[in-house]
């Protein structure tokens, strides 16, 4: 099953003056579905490996996104012929509850599922317009921004002025492709210092999810409890 590609970061892919939809970055796990006309919902996973609900951590996961995309999307699948006639639909959700960071969720929570992104195979990914026009009548990430990628917009996110915890997920097309950028918030950031400043909860963290946190950072977890890092504007 086809994993989610990994999204550049503003110095890594920004391309100024492109037109794209930003989506609010939700902060969870990143977990597939695989959907077919015969099968029904017959395959899930997380980014890395495939699962199901037996799955410690990310099991819950299944239950919440049949009870409340399972129906909805099948139902636009067989409506529209762009997913009826594809050989299978791969739809991509964040797991995440009140609590959740880096891949550390909490299990008292209350967890929610929301659906990001639809691949119907062997075709790619939707575009972002066309993602929202389609599934218009389920739930998706909030849209905070329509217009031209550029370094104000950047900047406003990073400071927190569209009230966003995490950051915003920037996506269009070029080049007729899919685009993908992310934008990182300050304060999303500081998170990642306070936690790494906590060596219980890093001690806690294993494979993926530790990965996760380390990518997050321009330097070495053992660094990382005596220094902070910052976002500058000129970056």
Request: charged share 30%.
């Amino acid at each position: 099953m086809k994993q989610y590609p990994s999204i550049p970061s503003w110095k890594e892919g920004a391309i100024l003056g492109l037109p794209i939809i930003a989506f609010e970055k939700l902060d969870g796990s990143n977990i597939r579905a695989e959907w077919s006309k015969k099968k029904g919902w017959y395959k899930f996973g997380s980014r890395h490996q495939m699962i199901d609900t037996s799955h410690p951590e990310l099991g819950e996961a299944i239950p919440l996104f049949l009870d409340k995309y399972g129906d909805n999307l099948a139902r636009i699948f067989m409506k529209d012929k762009l997913y009826r006639e594809a050989k299978s639909i791969i739809v991509y959700f964040e797991f995440f509850g009140p609590n959740s960071f880096a891949g550390l969720h909490d299990p008292n929570d209350n967890k929610d599922v929301i659906l990001f992104d639809v691949n119907p195979i062997p075709k790619n990914f939707v575009l972002p317009r066309q993602l929202l026009k389609d599934f218009h009548d389920v739930e998706l990430p909030r849209v905070v921004y329509e217009g031209n990628l550029n370094v104000s917009f950047r900047d406003a996110v990073i400071s927190g002025e569209y009230e966003v915890a995490e950051g915003v997920v920037c996506k269009g097309e070029h080049q007729k492709k899919p685009y993908r950028v992310k934008i990182k918030t300050q304060a999303g950031l500081d998170r990642v210092n306070s936690v790494w400043a906590s060596l219980d909860r890093v001690s806690r963290l294993d494979g993926p999810a530790r990965h996760r946190l380390e990518c997050l950072s321009p330097q070495t977890h053992t660094e990382l409890p005596r220094r902070s890092f910052r976002l500058s504007s000129s970056s």
